[in-house]
Nanobody, 121 residues
Framework: QVRLVESGGKEVQAGGSLRLSCVAS????????MGWYRQSPGSRRELVAR???????VYADSVRGRFTISRDDDNNIAYLQMTNLNPDDSATYYC???????????????WGQGTRVTVSS
């Protein structure tokens, strides 16, 4: 079982920056991918960025060049550095992880509870 806890969301002004953190804890043998998704009221959840072990990262077109995802594998933490924020980035940001409880177990998907980001104009 993997537990994901996000932090760092708050209200900022347009043009500002934020760093979100996601700490993974629990019993698992490996976490293969960590990512960030976001969802606004009335909209579906969308991928923001995801990263596999190492530095292989993918980004949504809307955030590429402004957001950077990284991970600290020693401490099982994923970060999302967000710069040049605009009101369209306002959403609840969810951490996502794919991992296995044991070396012979299938891969499961886990979600955090979300952290709210509000960008005011």
């Amino acid at each position: 079982q993997v537990r994901l806890v996000e932090s760092g969301g708050k209200e900022v002004q347009a043009g500002g920056s934020l760093r979100l953190s996601c700490v993974a804890s629990g019993s698992f043998s490996a976490i293969f991918t960590m990512g960030w998704y976001r969802q606004s009221p009335g909209s579906r959840r969308e991928l923001v960025a995801r990263i596999t072990s190492g530095t292989n990262a993918v980004y949504a077109d809307s955030v590429r060049g402004r957001f950077t995802i990284s991970r600290d594998d020693d401490n099982n933490i994923a970060y999302l550095q967000m710069t040049n924020l605009n009101p369209d980035d306002s959403a609840t940001y969810y951490c996502n992880a794919e991992g296995s409880p044991g070396s012979r177990d299938p891969v499961y998907e886990y979600w955090g509870q979300g952290t709210r980001v509000t960008v005011s104009s």
